[in-house]
């Protein structure tokens, strides 16, 4: 809601005469909350019902946080804009201020992320991994209500919602790369609507565009989705790219993961970073999780 309330307050900077109403969409990911994403399957949990009132015309435009964008979309549909990207790491909030790094085994963290388990229990085995689920405000209230020592959720939602004062810790790009396209507001219309592409376009940022582009190339190239822990970065530097990328068991180990510095010619650096991954193996970790019925390793179990 604070997505769509904020592209539409834009929209009317750009055009005082548009008339902007909002309609809410519960979508599959909204409605299911006592299960792990991963375990819900399928693509288009946040995206597919709110897809679906566009290509039906009961909206016109569509807004989405890039990170639940299917790589692949209905054909009559495109994203118009992609917004400037906010803070995209990851960040820590305690319930008794202590830090992430200070945490003693056993002690509980939350998240609705496999990729931030991983990358979580690549650092800290000893610590137990709490699914939690719901929206922003939700989460944090869950540390205290299920007794968590913390919970790790994305900086930029943090942010927008007034909860900037409770991050103890951000998380390095080091410590956890975030999510593909985290961070992104997209704002989808339809192919064809002439009427609106101009003024959505308005909003673009392309800098954001092209990198948020190669992580999504990263992305397809492997596929999996959100039921295999994947993270893919990409940002300006020094005249051309850094990307930052891994794939990781969701237990924490093995992890693959790779750094590009250089220029960028097209979208295609995505797919390299990912074939350069598969073959040390990043394939194998992709098989071993889609295949089976994959639970988590007890706490003390972990190799």
Known sequence: MWQARHVAGLLATLDSGIDVELKIIKTQGDRILDAPLAKIGGKGLFTKEIEDALLDRTIDIAVHSMKDVPTEMPKDLILGAILKREDPRDVFISRDDRSIHELADGQKIGTSSLRRRAFLLHQFPGIEVVSIRGNVDTRVRKIETENL????????GIIRMGFAGKIKHFMTVDEMIPAIGQGAIGVQIRKNDSGLSDLVASLDDSETRRCVMVE??????????????????????AGGVKLEAAVTHPDGKPIYRDCYIGPLEDFSLGVMMADKL?????????????SSDWKPVPVGNMI
């Open 149 to 156: 020592a913390g919970a790790l959720l994305a900086a930029a």
């Open 216 to 237: 999504r190339a990263f992305l397809m190239r492997l596929g999996g989705g959100c039921q295999v822990p994947m993270a893919a970065y990409c940002e300006p530097h």
């Open 278 to 290: 598969i073959d040390r193996g990043a394939d194998q970790v992709l098989k071993s999780v889609l």
